[in-house]
């Protein structure tokens, strides 16, 4: 289905409009590849309110779905719709306070990421429409993480799903029919 | 408010004697088309920028050279009295390139202290 056709008429003037009060905002949520109900990072390229502060600090970010989004800017290409292969992303954080690099540091294998567009209305407290159980106008999930550089100023991502006809199946199994003589 | 540091508590002027201006918005993407009024996009809030100038002493001018040298070191936030709205904000210098001030001649013993501060979101 069309994305024009499932998003609200919100998002698409907030797309469309040549005067718009609204902005889409994306959230990157990755999850810890040994346990998938884990939830390793929660960030969002855009802010409308400030989710901690200390004395050194104050995070800006949003609250969404009853769980905290840390503002980091972002760069992100959406997935594309090529005939022939799997769609690739890809995502580029600017990373200047070190937050990421210490937790893709921890990460052993391809994490499982998931991208959602959600209005900025929806989430920005005091806001007519502020509603912070809205659903996303868009998700992107399936996705993993193939591969992770970083430097001192930003972490790059690329975001690929998993190409079955190119898996052996069953995989790393021994099966009659790889290895009639066994049985 | 989780400041440490506080215009306040130093031993400076609380009004700028000698001029302020503030700009205020919000992050504004806008774009110019080949023709007809260009598109304009609201991105998020941006901090209100303050562009302050006091008259201070030769002691008053130490003082804030050791606060921003060497308490708040250019970078950490502190809370500031605004001006125009009285209330204590929370500021942070933006360096004007290589400077966080800048002090000017005005009298045997008095300075002009010009500095600019972003007020937080």
């Known amino acids: ?183 | 408010m989780a400041y440490t540091y506080s215009w306040t508590a130093l031993s400076l002027p609380q009004v700028p004697q000698k001029g302020f201006s503030e700009n205020h918005g919000a992050l504004i993407q806008r774009t110019s088309m080949d023709k007809g009024p260009a598109k304009m996009r609201y991105l998020g809030k941006r901090p209100s920028q303050l562009s302050l100038s006091f008259i201070m002493t030769n002691a008053e001018v130490a003082t804030l050279k050791n606060f921003v040298e060497n308490t708040i070191r250019g970078t950490i936030r502190f809370g500031f009295p605004h001006p125009r709205t009285n209330t204590i904000e929370e500021v942070r210098i933006i360096p004007q390139g290589d400077s966080l001030f800048t002090t000017s001649y005005l009298a045997p013993g008095y300075w002009t202290v010009s500095l600019q501060l972003e007020v937080l979101p």
């Open chain 1, 1 to 183: 289905m069309s994305r024009l056709t499932s998003m609200s008429p919100e998002a698409l003037k907030a797309i469309f409009s040549p005067e718009t009060d609204t902005n889409l905002i994306t959230t990157v949520t990755i999850y810890d590849p040994d346990n998938v109900n884990n939830v390793v990072l929660r960030l969002c390229d855009s802010f409308t309110k400030r989710i901690s502060e200390t004395a050194e600090e104050v995070i800006y970010g949003i609250t969404w779905k009853g769980s905290d989004y840390t503002f980091l800017p972002m760069e992100i290409s959406l997935p594309t719709e090529e005939q022939g292969q799997a769609p690739k992303c890809s995502i580029t954080m600017f990373d200047v306070t070190r937050y990421v690099v210490p937790i893709v540091r921890t990460i052993t294998g391809p994490p499982k990421i998931k991208l959602d567009l959600l209005l900025s209305k929806y989430v920005e407290p005091g806001n007519a429409l502020f509603n912070v159980n809205a659903d996303a106008e868009a998700t992107f999930n399936d996705f993993y993480i193939s591969n992770f550089t970083y430097n001192k100023d930003q972490v790059s991502a690329e975001l690929t799903m998993i190409n079955y006809e190119r898996e052996p199946f069953p995989l790393h199994n021994f099966t009659p029919a790889y290895f009639p003589g066994l049985f």
